[in-house]
């Protein structure tokens, strides 16, 4: 196992899913990077969820649960939550239905030891609930992306199931919890680190599987279209000004690479 000196606290925001927050824990226990501290941030479930949680932490120190005091309905105070009782240096965000590539943390933490940034992302491999996930070996060195803040504006490149960060700079940045920002909270979040810094690292290969659900893959994609471009049109760029007209450029980049990879790469 590695061994390196790095702790990162991975946050998890479940609600409503004990069909899958089980295989998601185990993903994490399976790393191959061990110094980390998994916190489940409860967003009140009604089913098992707790009592899931709740037996992987009796077997396993490094997991603990938290409960949210009322239902937020969605999950950027869940994640907000989890960055605010993290003890790590790094923060790390996991979706309660998705599954990690073993060595994901481990290559994480020595790119971003490398490379001297303060966040990396990863590829993300879509898979389906009745898929049989192939783990491929991972390069060594993996090759590594930069992403930028114009990269970030044409198409999101930072899935965020894949992202390690600074936990001080998450601190400065959290995610938008004004309902209206429901399903781009993050796309919103990971435009504003890029801008306060000059690049992000990003490694160029799927540690990250996304479970595509019956409900997801048949969701209105044009309600998305419009959540995504009414938070461009509120984005207001740190000199103040907003995007004015780019707004929609930025809107219909997006979602042209969106059916591109995600459609018919089925990866991000």
């Known amino acids: 196992m590695s061994t390196l000196p790095i702790h990162v606290s991975i946050i998890v925001p479940c609600f ?13 226990l399976a790393q191959t990077c061990s110094s980390f501290e998994l916190i489940v941030v409860d967003d009140r479930s009604t089913d098992e969820s707790v009592e899931i949680v709740e037996a992987y932490a009796r077997g396993d120190s490094r997991v ?11 999950p950027a105070a869940p994640r907000n939550a989890g960055v605010a009782a993290a003890r790590g240096e790094w923060v790390a965000f996991l979706d ?4 990690w590539h073993p060595r994901k943390l481990e290559l994480q933490m020595e790119a971003l030891r490398a490379h001297g ?8 491999k879509d898979f389906r609930n009745d898929d049989r996930i192939a783990i491929e070996p991972a390069p060594f060195p993996p090759p590594i992306e930069r992403v930028t803040l114009t990269q970030q504006l044409l198409k999101y490149r930072t899935p965020t199931s894949s992202i390690v960060a600074s936990r001080e700079f998450m601190r400065r940045h959290p995610f938008n919890e004004d309902p209206s920002y429901k399903a781009r909270e993050d796309t919103d979040c990971f435009i504003r680190v890029h801008e306060d810094m000059p690049f992000s690292i990003k490694i160029a290969h799927p540690l990250v599987f996304y479970r595509q659900q019956a409900s997801q893959i048949s969701g209105n994609k044009w309600k998305m279209v419009g959540r995504h471009l009414t938070m461009l049109k509120k984005y207001r760029l740190r000199s103040g000004r907003g ?7 930025y809107t219909s980049t997006h979602f042209l690479a969106s059916i591109y990879l995600r459609l018919i790469r089925r990866m991000l």
Do not use: H
């Open 16 to 28: 409503n899913a004990a069909r899958f927050v089980g295989k998601t824990i185990e993903s994490v």
């Open 96 to 99: 309660a239905d998705d599954l």
């Open 243 to 249: 995007l004015g007209a780019m707004a929609y450029v």
């Open 117 to 124: 940034a303060l966040m990396c992302s990863t590829q993300m």
């Open 64 to 74: 603990r649960l938290i409960r949210m005091p009322k239902n937020a309905g969605a």
